[in-house]
């Protein structure tokens, strides 16, 4: 159930423990690094925060090895593990750490831009903002396009597609008649 962290502990209903031992359920967090503190070289845990509230999440030695560049103060993070309760409270073992530049690229899979009242001259400067990320595999629908023939949603055919990052989507954002811009994000567990 995807939920902002400061309402995981309030949605999140833990499963019963076995063994007497608690049971991790798979859950993915996004949010930014607040803290990193390291326990001896083979364990970090890091404090994960978006508005809503904040999340401790315990990173082990197997995934620190490959991913202690990532883990810095003001990182915009998205981690998959597993979520549990414990006697130190409600905390995430990390399986995998992505950044978002890295998730954008390789999970969008839709752009979707809703405009209104777009004047002369939109189609070339949406071109411009376009070009540098053309290439990727992320299709671009602009909803909401009106002209004096109608209003239409436009699905950009294949060679207008991106490679999704978060920058593409605050240059879209900026453009004069752009009210929303919204990457829609692939399911998955790719490594």
């Given amino acids: 159930m995807p939920c902002a962290l400061g309402e995981i502990a ?4 833990p499963p019963e423990a076995r063994n007497g031992r608690p049971v991790d359920v798979g859950w993915t967090a996004a949010g930014q690094v607040v ?9 970090a845990i890091v404090q994960l925060e978006d508005a809503s509230g904040s999340l401790e999440v315990i990173v082990a030695q197997e995934v620190l090895q490959e991913t202690q560049a990532l883990l810095v103060q003001g990182a915009l993070l998205v981690i998959e593990g597993g ?3 414990s006697e ?3 905390g995430l073992r990390a399986r ?3 950044t978002l530049d890295d998730i954008c690229r390789r999970r969008g899979r839709l752009l ?6 777009v004047q002369r001259g939109f189609a070339a400067a949406l071109s411009s903002v376009l070009a540098a990320w053309r290439g990727g595999s992320t299709r671009v629908l602009l909803c909401g396009y009106r002209n004096a023939q109608g209003q239409a949603d436009v699905l950009l ?3 207008w597609a991106v490679a999704a990052h978060p920058d593409l989507l605050r240059a879209l954002a900026q453009m004069p008649g752009v009210m929303h811009c919204e990457l829609l ?7």
Wanted: net charge positive; aromatic share 6%; proline share 0%.
């Fill in 83 to 85: 979520l549990r309760m």
């Fill in 157 to 159: 055919d294949d060679t």
């Fill in 112 to 117: 979707r831009v809703q405009v209104q009242g």
């Fill in 88 to 90: 130190f409270g409600l």
């Fill in 96 to 98: 995998r750490i992505h």
């Fill in 10 to 13: 309030r949605e999140w209903k």
């Fill in 35 to 43: 803290d990193v503190r390291r326990r001896r070289d083979d364990l």
């Fill in 185 to 191: 994000l692939a399911r998955g567990a790719e490594g």
